[in-house]
């Protein structure tokens, strides 16, 4: 199983934003690095079907993708539970996202409404549903956004048992622990 991206370009308004991105990524974690502003939410927004290339190729269409984006995009009037279950349909599995709510600190979250959680309880839930998702390929935009050092080596515990399995593309700013391949934007 690998991912491939040869040649893809992206631009707004006459703006390059990619240019010339070539790839390839297999099972583990390939991290997506680069300057503030390069391209790299784009580049995952073009993978994941979003947006279109202006030019260039990838396989990408053939994974089963899940993703945790810049914004968390939760249903803030429902619990983890509500959540998970909407985001998930048949393949929700209570006792698997027990099980990982718990791993990532949600256990005794219980029925709280989403929209009284902090904003680091709420990544460590999107990043729930993104794990939880039947995908192939992980495209992970900033997940550990607003997480203390505790929960983001806890989450970063979890991303690394994914990668066993799974592609994961992986845009960071923090400095983890989380090895593997690099593509680098410039």
């Excluded at 391209?39 to 396989?59: V, Y």
């Excluded at 994974?63 to 909407?86: C, I, K, S, Y």
């Excluded at 904003?119 to 995908?135: D, E, F, Q, T």
């Excluded at 048992?161 to 700013?173: G, N, Q």
């Amino acid at each position: 199983m690998e991912l491939r991206a040869e040649d893809l370009r992206k631009g707004y308004g006459g703006t390059a934003v990619l240019q010339s991105v070539s790839f390839t990524a297999g099972v583990g974690i390939t991290r997506v690095t680069g300057s503030s502003g390069i391209g790299k939410t784009t580049l995952l927004r073009i993978l994941l079907g979003l947006e279109r290339a202006d030019g260039g190729t990838t396989n990408a269409g053939c994974f089963r993708w899940a993703a945790v984006f810049q914004e968390d995009r939760l249903l803030e009037q429902l619990d983890a539970a509500g959540n998970l279950r909407f985001a998930l349909g048949a393949a929700y599995d209570e006792a698997a996202a027990r099980a990982l709510l718990a791993e990532l600190g949600l256990g005794d979250a219980g029925g709280k409404r989403v929209r009284d959680w902090s904003g680091g309880m709420k990544r460590r839930l999107a990043l729930a549903r993104a794990l939880l998702a039947p995908s192939d390929a992980l495209a992970l935009d900033e997940p550990f956004t607003g997480l203390d050092a505790d929960n983001r080596a806890a989450a970063q515990r979890c991303i690394a048992r994914a990668a066993r399995e799974k592609i994961v593309l992986l845009v960071s700013h923090e400095d983890d622990a989380l090895a593997g391949a690099e593509v680098r934007l410039q």
